[in-house]
C-alpha cells in the first residue's frame, strides 16, 4: 500500500526532475533561475512530507530555511540578471561565455 | 688584575670594526683614523703590557687563560669563546698588534685620499682581530673562526678598488685558493674530532702521543690535512699562486697580508699543532720539502719581476718558504723567530714600496724609477734596511740572525739532509741577488719619473720604527756558537720542543761562513749585473728569454693549473650545457602543461554543459552508493 507520505515524496521527485530538466534545457537566464525555484520547493516538499510522516518539526523548520533561502537567491540571482541585461545586451546562457578558458 | 685585558685585544679592533661599518659614512676622516688606528695601538699597548709581565714573572704554566663565555654546546662538544696566550702566541699577537699598529698608522696618511676611507678601516680592523682571534684560540673551532675571518678580510681588501675587474678577479683567486686548503683543513678538524673526542688544543695535544704510535696511518692524514689548510693560506707550493695577484690591494694591505696576518697563519698553525706533525715523520718531510722548493722557486720568480710589490710577494712567499723548512726539519722556535723578524722587514719593505709608488704616481715598474737615493734620503736608508735584513747582511740585521740558524738546522737537525740546505743556500743566494737588484734600479741609476709631492710624515714614521727593529730585532737571539743570547728560544721552547740534532755534525762556523760567502756573492753578483746598467738583456738571445718568461710567470703555474683544471672543467661544462638532471624537470614541466591543456578544453563556459557535468556526477555517485 501506498501512504500519504510516498505520493507526496513521488510528487516532490517529479517536480525536482522538471526543475532539473529546465536548467538543463532552457537558454533564458530567467528560466533557468525559476527552475531552481522549482527544484528547490521539491526539496522543500520532500522535507515537509517527510516532516508529517515522522511528526517531527524538523521538517517544517526545514522549509522555512528553504523558503528565506531562496527569497534572498532570487532577489541576488535578479539583481544579476539586470546586470548581464545591462552589460551584454542579452540574457541567452548560450552567448555568456566569457568564462571559458 | 692585568689578565683581564687579554679579551680587550681581539675586542677593541672588532669594535672598531663595528663602529666604521654602522657609522663610517658619517664620520669626518680624522674621525676615522683615530678610531681606526687608535683600537690596534691600545690594543698594542695592552699586549706589550701583558707581554712584559709575562716574561717578568711568568705564569706557573706558562699560560694566560680567559673563558669569555661558552659559544655553543651540544652532545659532548662544547665550545668556548676562549682565550689563551702562551710564548708561542704572544709572539705572534705582539707581532700583530704592533706591526699591524704601525701599518693603521701609516694608512691613515696613505689611504687619506680614497673615498672608502671608513670601509678601508672597517676591513683592516677585522682583518687584525681575525688574525688575533685565530692565534689567541685554544680549541680548533674558534681557530677556525679566525681562520676564514681572515680569508674573508682578505677578500675584501685585496679587492679594495674594486671598479677594477682585475682587482676583483685577484680577490677572487685569492679567496678560492685559499679555500681549497681550508676545506683540507676542516676535513682534518672533523677528522681530529672523529679520533678525539675534543677540539681543545692543548687535549689534542697531551693525548696525541698516548693515543697514537709514531707515523700511525690516521695521524698523518690528520697533519697532513691541516698541512693542507696552511699552505694554502701560507701560499707554499702548490698552492701560492694567489699570493702576487694580491697585490693588486693597496700596499698597506700588503703589507698587512704579507707580515703581520694571513700568510703566517700557516706558520702558527703547524707549530701550534707540532705534536701531530711530530708524531708524522712523512708529513714532516713534506713540510721540509715544501718548504725549500717553495723558496727555490718563489726566489727565482722574485729575480726577474719588473713590478716592485711582486718582486716583494715573491719574496715573501720565499720568506715564509724558509719557515716551513725550518717547521718541517723540527727547527721550531728557528721558524718563529724568522717570522718575527721577517714582519718587520717584509712590513717594512712594503711599506716602503708604498711611499715610493705613490711618490713616483702610481709608477709599479722598478725600470721606471731610479735615482731615488738623493731625492727620497729616508725612504731610501729605511728600505736600505730592509733590504739589507731581508739579504741576511751578517751581524747587523735582524735577517742574518734569523736565517743562520735555519740554514744550520737544515743541514743539522735530525730530519735535515744535505738537499735541503743547498736548496736553502741557493735560496739565500738568489734573495741576496734580488734584494741587491732592486735597490740597485730603484734608487741608484738615473731618475726616470718625477717625484711628487712630498711623503706625509704619519708615513715616515712607522718605516723609521720598522727600520730600527729590521735591524735590531735579531740581537736577542745569537748563534750559539758566537755569543750565549737565547732571549727567544728559551721562552718559545717552553712551548715548543727543542731541536734534535745529528750525531757528529762538522762545526757550526763551517756552515756561518758559507752562507755569508753566499750572501756576499749574491749581493756581489747583483752588484755586476745592475750597477750602473740597464741590467741583464733577457731578449739578446731566444733561451734566455724563454727562461726569463717562464721565471717571470711564476714557473708557470697559473698556467699548469689552468690546464689541468679550468679547461677539463670548462670542457665538461660544456658538454654537459643541457644538464642531464634538469632534463627530467623540464620534461615532468612539459607533461603538466600538455596534461592542463588537455583539460581546460572542458571548461567552455557553457554552463548548461557545467550542470549536465555535475548532474552526471551526482548520478554516478548515487549509483555507486546504490551497487555497493
Given at each position: 500500500m501506498i501512504d500519504n507520505a510516498h505520493i507526496v515524496l513521488i510528487v516532490a521527485a517529479v517536480l525536482f526532475a522538471l526543475g532539473l530538466i529546465g536548467v538543463l534545457t532552457r537558454k533564458n537566464v530567467i528560466f533557468m533561475l525559476i527552475s531552481v525555484e522549482i527544484m528547490l520547493n521539491a526539496a522543500g516538499l520532500a522535507f515537509v512530507a517527510a516532516g508529517s510522516k515522522w511528526q517531527q518539526p524538523d521538517g517544517q523548520v526545514m522549509f522555512l530555511f528553504i523558503l528565506a533561502m531562496a527569497a534572498a537567491e532570487v532577489s541576488i540571482g535578479l539583481a544579476m540578471v539586470l546586470q548581464i541585461h545591462h552589460q551584454h545586451k542579452t540574457l541567452d546562457v548560450e552567448k555568456l561565455k566569457e568564462l571559458r578558458d | 688584575m692585568l689578565i683581564q685585558l687579554l679579551t680587550y685585544i681581539p675586542a677593541l679592533p672588532f669594535w672598531g670594526f663595528i663602529v666604521l661599518s654602522l657609522f663610517g659614512r658619517q664620520m669626518s676622516k680624522p674621525v676615522i683614523a683615530w678610531i681606526g688606528a687608535g683600537t690596534v695601538c691600545i690594543a698594542a699597548l695592552i699586549v706589550i703590557i701583558l707581554g712584559i709581565q709575562f716574561l717578568q714573572t711568568p705564569p706557573a704554566d706558562g699560560i694566560y687563560r680567559q673563558v669569555v663565555w661558552t659559544w655553543f654546546h651540544t652532545g659532548n662538544l662544547s665550545v668556548d669563546i676562549s682565550l689563551r696566550i702562551d710564548a708561542l702566541s704572544l709572539v705572534f699577537i705582539f707581532i700583530i698588534t704592533f706591526v699591524g699598529a704601525l701599518i693603521h698608522i701609516y694608512s691613515t696618511a696613505f689611504m687619506h685620499h680614497d673615498r672608502d676611507y671608513a670601509r678601508f678601516f672597517a676591513c683592516m680592523n677585522l682583518f687584525v682581530c681575525s688574525m688575533l682571534l685565530l692565534v689567541m684560540a685554544d680549541n680548533l673551532v674558534l681557530l677556525y673562526l679566525g681562520w676564514e675571518g681572515v680569508g674573508l678580510c682578505s677578500f675584501l681588501l685585496i679587492g679594495f678598488w674594486y671598479e677594477v675587474p682585475a682587482n676583483g678577479q685577484a680577490a677572487n683567486k685569492a679567496f678560492l685558493i685559499t679555500r681549497i686548503g681550508d676545506t683540507a683543513m676542516l676535513i682534518g678538524l672533523f677528522l681530529l674530532f672523529k679520533e678525539f673526542g675534543t677540539l681543545y688544543i692543548p687535549d689534542i695535544l697531551q693525548q696525541a702521543p698516548q693515543r697514537f704510535a709514531q707515523g700511525d696511518g690516521r695521524i698523518t692524514l690528520i697533519a697532513l690535512l691541516l698541512l693542507g689548510g696552511a699552505v694554502g693560506k701560507s701560499a707554499?707550493?702548490?698552492?701560492?699562486?694567489?699570493l702576487p695577484d694580491a697585490m693588486a690591494g693597496p700596499s698597506p694591505v700588503s703589507a698587512l697580508i704579507h707580515a703581520a696576518t694571513m700568510v703566517t697563519a700557516g706558520v702558527y698553525l703547524i707549530a701550534r699543532m707540532h705534536v701531530l706533525f711530530q708524531l708524522s715523520p712523512v708529513t714532516m718531510t713534506v713540510v721540509a720539502v715544501i718548504g725549500a722548493v717553495t723558496l727555490f722557486i718563489a726566489g727565482c720568480s722574485a729575480l726577474v719581476q719588473t713590478d716592485i710589490k711582486r718582486i716583494l710577494a715573491y719574496s715573501t712567499i720565499s720568506q715564509i718558504g724558509y719557515m716551513f723548512l725550518a717547521l718541517g726539519v723540527g727547527a721550531w722556535s728557528a721558524a718563529i723567530f724568522h717570522f718575527f723578524t721577517h714582519a718587520f722587514f717584509k712590513a717594512l719593505l712594503f711599506l716602503a714600496a708604498g711611499v715610493v709608488i705613490e711618490a713616483l704616481h702610481h709608477e709599479h715598474n722598478i725600470f721606471m724609477m731610479g735615482g731615488l737615493k738623493k731625492r727620497m734620503p729616508v725612504v731610501f736608508m729605511t728600505f736600505l734596511a730592509g733590504a739589507a735584513s731581508l739579504s741576511a747582511?751578517?751581524?747587523?740585521?735582524?735577517g742574518f740572525f734569523s736565517k743562520d740558524p735555519i740554514l744550520w738546522f737544515a743541514w743539522s737537525a735530525a730530519n735535515g739532509n744535505a738537499l735541503l740546505w743547498a736548496l736553502a743556500i741557493a735560496g739565500a743566494f738568489i734573495t741576496a741577488m734580488y734584494s741587491t737588484r732592486l735597490m740597485l734600479v730603484v734608487f741608484w741609476g738615473e731618475a726616470k719619473t718625477p717625484v711628487g709631492a712630498p711623503t706625509a710624515r704619519l708615513m715616515i714614521v712607522p718605516l723609521v720604527v720598522l727600520a730600527f727593529f729590521s735591524i735590531?730585532?735579531?740581537?736577542?737571539?745569537?748563534p750559539h756558537n758566537l755569543l750565549l743570547l737565547d732571549l727567544f728560544s728559551q721562552h718559545v721552547q717552553k712551548i715548543l720542543p727543542a731541536t734534535i740534532l745529528k750525531q757528529q755534525l762538522p762545526a757550526e762556523w763551517l756552515f756561518q761562513g758559507i752562507a755569508v760567502l753566499i750572501t756576499a756573492a749574491g749581493i756581489y753578483s747583483g752588484y755586476v749585473l745592475y750597477y750602473g746598467k740597464p741590467g741583464v738583456r733577457w731578449q739578446q738571445s731566444p733561451g734566455l728569454s724563454a727562461v726569463r718568461n717562464f721565471l717571470f710567470s711564476g714557473w708557470k703555474f697559473d698556467q699548469l693549473y689552468d690546464l689541468l683544471f679550468v679547461k677539463p672543467f670548462v670542457f665538461v661544462t660544456r658538454i654537459n650545457k643541457n644538464d642531464v638532471i634538469d632534463r627530467m624537470y623540464n620534461g615532468l614541466a612539459r607533461g603538466s602543461v600538455r596534461l592542463n591543456n588537455l583539460l581546460s578544453v572542458s571548461q567552455n563556459g557553457s554552463l548548461r554543459l557545467y550542470i549536465a557535468g555535475v548532474l552526471v556526477g551526482i548520478l554516478f555517485i548515487i549509483t555507486l552508493q546504490l551497487l555497493l
Open positions: - | 707554499q707550493l702548490p698552492l701560492q699562486t694567489w747582511l751578517p751581524l747587523v740585521t735582524a735590531t730585532a735579531g740581537f736577542i737571539e745569537w
